[in-house]
């Protein structure tokens, strides 16, 4: 539906005017993740007259994600979320051209990927796809923009954008796997991905108009629990400017792909197992399995002499992903051991057992 009224509102700002509406509309932005942050940069960038939208997204949608996902439904739940994002944004907005990568974002696709596009969007939940993007950026000369988010609190930036810092300037180096945050640990307020991507996405806007301030070299710090923000200034170092390649992998203490099995092939085991819980003391207090021995992740390589290797080893958390790294991290000193993630975690068992 095309209007002259549609973006009225923009251009009707002195200090935005048509002439950064059509910058908008001939900018191609490509955003990478559709979870809590991808949404509001997918929504508000779609609505404000991007000409085009590339999308780069994998999974599929689970109950849980509705508490911060809000352009999903219930009636979403399975479907993937690439395929909803499509529904959803074509109607908001007919007029954006919309580029889909049902993929996630690898060594391989990664140059190929961003280098169609004017700026990127980090809208990922891990470190490893996070350097990735960064040195793919820089090899490209593509500007970045990043959100991070962490119970209460959020963070944004603008990395390798006009000479300016990159993610590494700020992070040299990738945490040890033990040392990652989780959300299923840490949680996260619903709102604060609608606030810290809605903060992405105008960093996109001002850099693609050059209106305003971009967040180049600073890192805003926002705290929802005081209602406050400052700004932590960083310089460039000129050794993360000069990337030339991606490196093999950027995975953490050992990139190889774990052993994995099913909450229902799990379930379905009909001789006895051993079965570490990896969980915290409270998640382990509110549910578990009777057959699990429990270590905190925390305490796993100081407690691994209480697993037998000659036997497998079947690890268990709330969602599959520490327990993914509690495999790397028991792997890394037991490299013959058999070891085993149990995906979806407590949260697929629970919902078998109901």
Known sequence: MNSPSRYRRQENLESFGSNNQSKLLNSRVLIVGLGGLGIPVAQYLNAMGIGTLGLVENDRIELHNLQRQVLYTETDVGRAKLTVALEKLRNQNSNTNLESYPTFLTVENAIDIISHFDVVVDATDNFATRYLLNDACVIAKKPFIYGALHSFEG????????????????????????????????????????????????EVVKVITGIGEALSGKLLLYDGMSQTTQKIRFEADTKNQEIELLQDDYGFSGCETVAEITAEAFMALETPVQLIDVRTQKEYMENHMDNALHIPIDELVQESSCLDFRYPVYFLCQSGKRSEAAVKLVQERNPDAILISISGGMNEITSLCH
Do not use: H, M, W
């Open 155 to 202: 963070q944004v930036s603008v990395f390798n954008y006009k000479g300016g810092p990159t993610y590494r300037c700020l992070f040299p180096d990738a945490p040890k796997i033990n040392e990652i945050p989780n959300c299923d640990v840490n949680g996260v307020l619903g709102v604060l991905p609608g606030i810290i991507g809605s903060l992405q996405a105008l």
